[in-house]
T-cell receptor, first 114, second 117 residues
Framework: AQKITQTQPGMFVQEKEAVTLDCTYD???????LFWYKQPSSGEMIFLIY??????QNATEGRYSLNFQKARKSANLVISASQLGDSAMYFC???????????FGKGTRLSVIA | GAVVSQHPSRVICKSGTSVKIECRSL??????MFWYRQFPKQSLMLMAT?????????EQGVEKDKFLINHASLTLSTLTVTSAHPEDSSFYIC?????????????FGPGTRLLVL
């Protein structure tokens, strides 16, 4: 069965430090897309970064980068130089194939401390 | 990124009444929209996929007669919670797919908090 796992329910990081949020998935499909979203307390889902299963390079978007290890079925999000405004829930999501909707992991609550 | 709006942002209603939530794609056409529900401290759970001009596809366990979905145009989908009960209280989020970085990206509305008394 296709499954997404975020093993860290909560994480703390010191301001200005880097933090890695884990995400693993289980699929036998060769083609899929990996996404990370941020959800602050207001509830909106903010798209952060995307990685296609065939992309050779790890995706980067500003302070966000995705550590994609296809053989390990791992798509960890790295946030560099953490800021207080980064405190939020972070969800890993996968689009398995074609026009299927995103399926989400359980999320990780990140708290940035001054 | 693409903009998706939702209305209302929050609603309180009495048990037994129906509530309609609108989801609009503001700057793009969305042939497919998705409705999710999120309970406190939990993840988003897909309720249904809404296709313009055709019937919605519901996920297992979601009652289609209770959660009526209409996708009347390429920019508007509505979710109606019929005869709402307290257990329907939740955060409802719609999403639409648009071409973004890396291909088709799902953009989300700001969500609607429903409280049924």
């Amino acid at each position: 069965a296709q499954k997404i796992t975020q093993t860290q329910p909560g994480m703390f990081v010191q301001e200005k430090e880097a933090v890695t949020l884990d995400c693993t998935y289980d699929t036998s499909d060769p083609s899929y897309g990996l996404f990370w979203y941020k959800q602050p307390s207001s509830g909106e889902m903010i798209f952060l970064i995307y990685q296609g299963s065939y992309d050779q390079q790890n995706a980067t978007e500003g302070r966000y980068s995705l550590n994609f290890q296809k053989a390990r079925k791992s798509a960890n999000l790295v946030i560099s130089a953490s800021q207080l405004g980064d405190s939020a829930m972070y969800f890993c999501a996968v689009r398995w194939s074609g026009n299927t909707p995103l399926v989400f992991g359980k999320g990780t609550r990140l708290s940035v401390i001054a | 990124g693409a903009v998706v709006s939702q209305h209302p942002s929050r609603v309180i209603c009495k048990s037994g009444t129906s509530v309609k939530i609108e989801c609009r794609s503001l700057d793009f056409q969305a042939t497919t929209m998705f409705w999710y529900r999120q309970f406190p401290k939990q993840s988003l759970m897909l309720m249904a996929t809404s296709n313009e001009g055709s019937k919605a596809t519901y996920e297992q366990g979601v009652e289609k007669d209770k959660f009526l979905i209409n996708h009347a145009s390429l920019t508007l989908s509505t979710l109606t919670v019929t005869s709402a009960h307290p257990e329907d209280s939740s955060f409802y989020i719609c999403s639409a797919r648009a071409r973004g970085k890396g291909g088709e990206t799902q953009y989300f509305g700001p969500g609607t908090r429903l409280l049924v008394l």
